[in-house]
């Protein structure tokens, strides 16, 4: 039982330590991104056509809801916070970090969900890709249909998001696989798949007056 605890607290500590040496995620005000602020999540410059990341019903389905751009050039779509997958329900204040697994949430975009955690869909045969959408569980793999988490990666001077899961392998380490997320269109409207090339990001904080 000793030596169990011992294994365990070393693991702790690594995990503490190796998050801590991974650098912050910052606004472009250059505040370090925190869990549970809310955040407007805007493709840099534009991005493809269209304003801040939101919910639409798209791909002739009406639930549940697809991550895409909205329509609006000037419009900041919706809220969402971040929370590390490691960390505790209600943990906040905590420094966003690349590279870590993380759960994305509107913070009021239910709809027909059951609850506005992003997810991946399931495999979309017609359009041949894997899109983003809600009614993800938060504290269980953010992907019912393709295990994972979400992370925000560097992507030269900005940001991009990316999912990863891990694959069956052979040798160790185990590396996961990790697919972009960029912008699949379609009849006007840019929606958030699995992409060669990345919708590139910033965040910007929810201020509410």
Same mark, same amino acid.
């Given at each position: ?25 910052? %606004? ?7 869990? =549970? +602020? ?8 534009? #991005?493809? *056509? /269209? ?16 991550v895409a751009? %909205? ?7 919706? =809220? +969402? ?8 329900? #209600?943990? *906040? /204040? ?41 009614? /993800? ?11 994972g988490w ?60």
């Amino acid at each position: 039982m000793k030596t169990t605890f011992v294994i365990i607290s070393f693991l702790l500590y690594a995990f503490y330590f190796g998050a801590a040496d991974l650098d912050p995620v910052y %606004d472009p005000s250059h505040k370090r991104l925190l869990t =549970g +602020v809310e955040y407007y999540i805007h493709p840099f410059l534009g #991005g493809s *056509s /269209g304003g801040g990341i939101t919910i639409a019903s798209t791909r002739n389905k009406t639930c549940p809801l697809d991550v895409a751009q %909205d329509r609006n050039t000037y419009a900041h779509g919706l =809220g +969402v916070t971040f929370h590390p997958a490691n960390i505790k329900k #209600g943990v *906040s /204040g905590r420094v966003i970090r690349v590279s870590t697994d993380l759960i994305i949430k509107f913070s009021s975009a239910k709809a027909c969900a059951r609850s506005a955690v992003w997810k991946v869909d399931k495999y979309d045969n017609l359009r041949r890709r894997y899109f983003v959408t809600i009614g /993800g569980v938060q504290g269980k793999e953010g992907g019912e249909s393709l295990g994972g988490w979400f992370r925000i990666e560097k992507e030269k001077d900005d940001y991009k998001i990316v999912h990863c899961h891990q694959v069956e392998c052979i040798t160790t380490p185990c590396n996961p696989v990790c697919n972009n997320v960029g912008a699949y269109y379609e009849h006007g409207r840019t929606l958030l798949a699995f992409t060669d090339e990345p919708l590139v990001l910033l965040f910007q904080e929810v201020f509410k007056g």
